[in-house]
């Protein structure tokens, strides 16, 4: 199937998972992760109303800026590295991906020089694998009060990668955490859900699924 199919039936797998969970489908947002994702093709799943693009790597994002419409929605949601924040501030409405002090004083640093604040979700490390980045949910109280301390810095919500099973269920209790840390300080976005797992996450409250191979099928790593 094209992008316009699966985007079809990732829209009714939302839907539903909206009203299994009693939400408001509007309040769902599907960003369309477009790592190794030719133009072309992300002009595809733009004309079909997606307007919010993920990417992973820096390098990509910042070719396919210059080449895209404007008025698109760019989040950056891989690891960011320290080195490369310069290019991502004023480039991108979200950063989804603030797992450390440095980066965040990074990120201040480089939002106070362009006179602006950054927009970012703190990724938490829900599940404890030594493979994934983020905060420990033990941290992450302090890690939010001390974010206090860099204004150039505005935290609307956290964001998660669950680990890769193939039951689904299996990690439903990791976004329902993430969902109570969220809701205990008063956050506002919930950045979970991806390809294998995206229903469950609606289910458990998130308002932004990161989603590539359901709508532009598999690609090579």
């Known amino acids: 199937m094209g992008v316009r199919e699966n985007l079809q039936q990732v829209r009714e797998k939302v839907r539903l998972a909206a009203?299994?969970?009693g939400r408001d489908l509007e309040k769902i947002n599907i960003i369309a992760v477009?790592?190794?994702?030719e133009v072309s093709r992300m002009q595809e799943v733009?004309?079909?109303g997606i307007i919010d693009l993920g990417e992973n790597r820096v390098q990509e994002l910042t070719k396919k800026i210059t080449v895209l419409p404007a008025g698109?929605?760019?989040h950056m949601i891989g690891h960011l590295q320290t080195n490369k924040v310069k290019y991502v501030i004023g480039q991108v409405d979200l950063i989804h991906s603030l797992d450390s002090w440095t980066l965040a004083e990074e990120i201040h640093r480089h939002a106070d020089n362009h006179g602006m604040v950054a927009r970012v979700l703190v990724q938490v490390n829900i599940s404890g694998e030594k493979t994934k980045y983020g905060i420990s949910p033990e941290e992450l109280p302090d890690f939010l009060l001390a974010l206090r301390d860099l204004p150039q810095i505005s935290v609307h919500g956290l964001m998660t990668v669950?680990?890769?099973v193939q039951n689904p269920e299996e990690v439903r209790p990791y976004f329902r955490e993430l969902r109570l840390l969220a809701a205990g300080h008063n956050l506002e976005h919930l950045s979970m859900g991806m390809t294998n797992?995206?229903?469950?996450?609606?289910?458990?409250g998130a308002d932004m699924l990161r989603l590539g191979t359901a709508i532009f099928g598999s690609r090579e790593n």
């Open 72 to 74: 698109l929605h760019w």
């Open 19 to 21: 009203v299994r969970a």
């Open 34 to 37: 477009t790592k190794r994702v």
């Open 162 to 164: 669950a680990p890769n």
């Open 197 to 204: 797992d995206f229903e469950v996450a609606v289910e458990e």
């Open 46 to 48: 733009i004309q079909q």
